[in-house]
């Protein structure tokens, strides 16, 4: 009997690891590097790192004797950890890696709702692996904490409304608040949770009213508390922020472009970029094959375009300088569905590879060929961005210019850059090969396939 039981209990666990392995390989290995990064700082850090310790002397986020025009939880969660291990960058740094973790492991799980578990893992790979990402996963600024919490309550929000649970659906509207009450930036996350709410209950309008008036109750309360009661503001506060009242310097003549500029030139690359473009092609033309794809493929498209929409309007048309800048930080929120839009290209082209079976002539050959070509750029893509995760990690300053012809952008300052004899060189690339030998694994049964199909060739 007892060798019956640990021959079960062994076989759970080879399950158990066989099928989350890869998601184990890329939160490690996406620490692993991220350690070998910065940490990052320059005027923001510094200032928002006064922010906390006005909450450690004060009670308050106090900043040069002005309390901040930022939402508080981010500073108080720091406050919090600085007490219990010691005030210092390095340690606040340290906390915002670890919700940069959680992030990747947040883009998992809503890759996995959207699409299936391979294009989740995908899109964790290719977030995980993002310059934009580690970056401010090694950044003392708040926007990576408030990415985290609006990924969770997000995931939360869509595993609520699978199951049709309200109570699941009351913690997701918790979390939200949280996230909002981090930074305003969290608002963007309602669009997925608003698309399917009204997909699940679009035939049902009282049931809509209700967990739609139940999902606003808990941030109302929370911002009514801080800004009415605590700051003894009003609730206009929110919109008071420098952010919406400084306008650009003389030097800059902003474009429209110069959102694009930086996705192309620094937060995703032209292979990430491609990946996202043909995913959206593939749905388009095959709409049938992948009508099962249909909400997710639009609930990310409109959150890239809200996003990136707000930025260009703040930055080009109403010229604000903050916007135009920190591009960075400003269109973070649309990272995650830059990279589940990317990933989901694996899951198509499976599909569409699948399809080729049964077509014959010239539509069997360009199905093949547009398998190979949609892999080959995903590939290209994690390489491509982790070879800039690697230069980058070597160079004492980065400058984000939102003009390739201007030497204006958001700046950050790397005082502890790596050279190539640093053992956390040799971290970097143990990382590297820790979260490609989880594509490896994900993708192993369709290479011993293939593998098969070449030697019966053969």
Known sequence: ????????????????????????????????VSISLGPYTNGDTQWEMDAVEGVLNTG??????????????????????????????????FLVTLFGVGCVALVYGLGTLFYGRTAGFFAALMFAFSPWHLILSRTFLIDTQCLFFSLL???????????GSFRLFLLSALVFAVAFNTKLYAVFSLIPILIFLYQAKRTQPKNFAIWLAAFAVPVLISSVIWYEIITASDLYAIFLHTD??????????????????????????????????LSGVFSLWQRQLF???RLSDATCVVVIVCVLCVN??????????????????????ALPFFSLLAAAIVTKSSALFKASRLSIGLKKHLF???????????????????????LFSTWEYLIFKVD?????????????????????????YLGFALALSGALWVSRNKIMLSLKKIHVVL
Do not use: C
């Open 60 to 93: 308050l986020p106090y900043a040069n004797g002005y309390l901040m025009d930022q939402p508080p939880v981010g500073f108080y969660l720091q406050a919090l950890w600085f007490t219990a291990f010691g005030v210092s960058i390095a340690n606040g740094v």
């Open 312 to 333: 260009i309007i703040l930055g080009a048309i109403l010229d604000l300088k903050a916007p135009f800048l920190n591009t960075i930080k400003y269109s973070y929120q």
């Open 244 to 277: 919406f009242s400084v306008p650009i310097p003389d030097l800059a003549n902003p474009t429209p472009f110069f959102a694009t500029n930086f996705l192309v030139s620094y937060g995703l690359g032209w292979f990430f970029l491609d990946a996202v473009i």
């Open 404 to 428: 390739p012809n201007i030497n204006v952008g958001y700046s950050l300052f790397n005082f502890q850059a790596i050279s190539a004899d640093s053992p956390l060189m040799f971290l970097q």
């Open 1 to 32: 009997m007892g060798n019956r039981e640990t021959a079960t209990r062994s076989f759970k666990l080879k399950q158990f690891l066989s099928l989350h392995y890869p998601l184990f390989a890329v939160l490690i290995a996406f620490f692993m």
């Open 153 to 163: 309550g997000m995931f939360v929000g869509l595993l609520a409304l699978k199951r």
């Open 291 to 293: 009508r099962d794809f």
């Open 368 to 390: 093949v060929g547009l398998t190979a070509f949609a892999v080959s750029l995903v590939t290209a893509a994690i390489f491509y961005n982790m070879y800039f995760v690697h």
